[in-house]
């Protein structure tokens, strides 16, 4: 009878615990992961007094970071802003071509941000801007569900006809492209206006599907990405989304993001029983500090 092999079980190894050192330091507002890990490869962060060189490292609360010499700040919550991006900017942190960047073009006094998703050099409206980068890929997954609208001007006469492969979903260059909402606005001269919403996000992926169908895009803005909407606001201009509507949004997912602690919730005290016969009486005087009126007297009948 053959022995049989027992292979361990990997579920059983233990895991390290905590988050690795580069995460907790962009969670903390002090750069981006990638440029974290650059910083402590440069020797720039010590943990509990030892200089690190390896972003291979799990840190919990209870270690004491430095970055430069200075303590580590406690993590910031998450926090959502809707930017109005206008044309020329390129949604990046550092431009190869030395175009300018969204980054650096925002307001004075916002912390450190990332967008979330891009819009491209020649694309306007709403880009959605976040300190945590947890929240940030959760907003650029397609199974949120959130659909993205766009208006868009395309020169041509479009036709229902001309645009049903988009409704359907077509493959352009190898990409499946899911069903998109395609609404015809209005003809204007040479060009017509068109409403485009999708629930993805993929590189150029409205000015592609419309160039499948024969159609060229000479302008385009993102007008909502989800509850969130353009509206009004100006071009270069930044508002944040209160921390309410943020949670009402996202749900009890939006407390789980980086740097935003779950709050238990609120036990409430057990009230004491009343006994029948220590309740008040309803024309009793101090019934009525409580809100209820008192009850009419009844009549005494006379004999």
């Known amino acids: 009878m053959k022995d049989h092999m027992i292979t361990p079980d990997k579920t059983d190894t233990p895991q390290p615990s905590g988050d690795r ?6 969670r903390a507002g002090v750069a981006s992961r990638r440029q974290a890990e650059i910083l402590i490869v440069e020797g720039r962060v010590c ?5 690190i060189d390896s972003p291979a490292l799990n840190v919990t609360p209870s270690d004491r970071i430095t970055v430069d010499g200075k303590p580590l700040r406690a993590p910031e919550p998450a926090r959502l802003w809707l930017y109005h991006k206008p044309l020329g900017l390129v949604t990046t942190t550092r431009d190869d071509e030395g175009r300018p960047t969204v980054f650096d073009n925002l307001p004075e006094g916002l912390p450190r941000v990332v967008s979330v998703g891009r819009l491209d050099l020649n694309s306007e409206g709403l880009l959605l801007l976040t300190n945590d980068g947890t929240l940030k ?9 959130w659909l993205r ?4 001007r395309v020169n041509g006469a479009p036709t229902d006809e001309m645009l049903a492969p988009l409704r359907e979903g077509i493959v352009v260059e190898g990409e499946n492209f899911q069903p998109m909402i395609v609404a015809i606005d209005r003809q204007q001269g040479a060009n017509a206006w068109l409403t485009i919403g999708i629930r993805e996000g993929r590189n150029r992926e409205i000015r592609r599907a419309l160039s499948y169908v024969g159609l060229s895009v000479n302008r385009l803005i993102r007008i909502s990405y989800g509850p969130f909407q353009l ?12 921390a309410r509507v943020l949670r009402e949004q996202l749900g009890e997912g939006a407390r789980e993001t980086e740097g935003d602690t779950p709050k238990p919730p609120r036990k409430q005290k057990p009230r004491p029983p009343v006994a029948r016969g220590d309740r008040p009486r309803k024309d009793d005087p101090a019934a009525t500090r409580t809100g209820r009126p008192p009850a009419r007297a009844r009549p005494t009948r006379k004999p």
């Open 47 to 51: 943990v509990n007094g030892k200089r």
């Open 231 to 242: 509206g009004t606001l100006a071009k270069g201009a930044v508002e944040e989304v209160k």
């Open 21 to 26: 050192i580069a995460k907790v330091l962009a």
């Open 137 to 145: 890929r959760k907003l650029e997954l397609p199974s949120t569900g």
């Open 149 to 152: 609208k766009y208006r868009v």
